[in-house]
């Protein structure tokens, strides 16, 4: 029963991972910008989310409806004045803007908020959910249901509506869109919009399970970078995938080394994935 235990959390845990990458898989995807700042934008989240309870009493459950559109606006306009001037630039240089911009960013969080941890502590507790000897608290459990349907959303989006059939054609192959009359600059505005809306609304689901701090940025962005590798370049499915199988992978691994290796199994799984399979589970060959 200890083992069904655990990978329960780690499914719990994955569903917010999934959450986590799929935006920054989609922005890699579509614009090839290894976005640096993905991390930076998930703490703020949490950020907008603690404040908006503490001060005006906003469950971070609803902090997410304020979140979502406020993300996506500062992405586009991000992406429309500064990281699209440089779209057309070798990769290394893209990632040298993101890198410079998520500097400013976590810079001015810690000037703001202090290097300090800070938990989101929801008043009164929602409780636990008993199935037999396994126990889930209500609030990771409806975090990860959140977290697993805005990646659905996402999905939906890219599959059946016009602007998501623009994104994917572009990432496809991108003289051809524009060719075929899709306006490729406002697809990419788009695109980095949508990875800083997920990023954002998985901010405040982060901040009621995870403790708030801008040092925890880099680690946002390492586990989305090794789902990202996991699941396949640009795949939401892929991202869903991968960050299920890294939570059941550090949620075991946790039990078994020590939870302190959890960041290290991580790693030895992307090292594992890119000797394997390179392209990534869902990921098409050649594909870059």
Known sequence: MLYLQILVNGLVLGGLYACIASGFSLVWGVLNVINILHGSFIVLGG????????????????????????????????????????????????????????????????????????????????????????VVPVDRLLATLLALGLTGLLYLLLSRSSIGRAIVAVRMDREAAALMGVKVKSVYAITFGLGALMAGAAGPLLAMIFPISPLSGPVYLGKAFVICVLGGLGSVPGAMIGGLALGVVESFGSLWFGPEHATTLSFVLLIAILLVRPEGLLGRKGYS
């Not at 404040?51 to 005006?56: G, K, P, V």
């Open 47 to 134: 950020y907008l989310a603690f404040y908006a309870y503490a001060l005006l009493g906003i469950h971070p459950f609803l902090s997410i409806l304020i979140a979502a559109p406020l993300f996506f606006a500062f992405g586009y306009a991000m992406q429309r004045t500064l990281i699209n001037r440089m779209i057309a630039a070798p990769v290394l240089l893209t990632l040298t803007l993101t890198f410079g911009l998520d500097l400013v960013l976590s810079n001015a969080m810690l000037a703001a908020f202090t290097a300090d941890f800070k938990k989101l502590i929801v008043e009164p507790p929602l409780g636990v959910v008993a199935l037999g000897t396994v």
